[in-house]
């Protein structure tokens, strides 16, 4: 549903064969990142908006020293999951590359197999290093990640 158009956008912005094609996509929004921020945003309670605007804040100072500080799980969250959907996406970067000096990690594994020659060393390697950067993420962000999911209520 989005392809199409996504990529007569960055036809149109000349974009193609490039890597702002491969990333900008994952920044505008992965939707169900979009679904987890704004799940969070309406937990938050009315009351601490309501208090900051008593206490004389603007909009913007709402913003940046209440909401932000306390959206900091969901948004480390969110960004890991459009990271970690970039990371593992495949047919959006090989329709919107050509040159093999563009290809990401996932094209590349897809080009080591072929009808006439099957290296499955190769392939598994080339898995087991896309898969070393995922894990060394979730290690780093995995309080993040629990404290976010803890704060939506979408834990078990």
Sequence with gaps: MTLVPLYTMMRQFHLTN????IFLPYVLGVP?????????????????FAAARVDG????????RILIPMAKPIIVTAT?????????????????????AKQVLTVATAGLQSAFNDQWNLVL????VSLVPLL????????????????????R
């Design 18 to 21: 490039t890597y702002w094609a």
């Design 32 to 48: 169900y990142t979009i679904f987890l921020m704004r799940q969070y945003f309406r937990s938050l309670p009315s009351e601490v």
């Design 57 to 64: 804040c603007s909009e913007w100072k709402i913003l940046t």
């Design 80 to 100: 890991l999951i459009a990271f970690v959907f970039g990371w593992n996406n495949f047919l959006w970067p090989l329709i919107v590359t050509d040159s093999n």
């Design 125 to 128: 390697a080339a898995s087991l």
């Design 136 to 155: 060394v993420i979730f290690a780093v962000f995995q309080k993040h990640i629990v404290r976010s999911l803890q704060l939506t209520g979408v834990n």
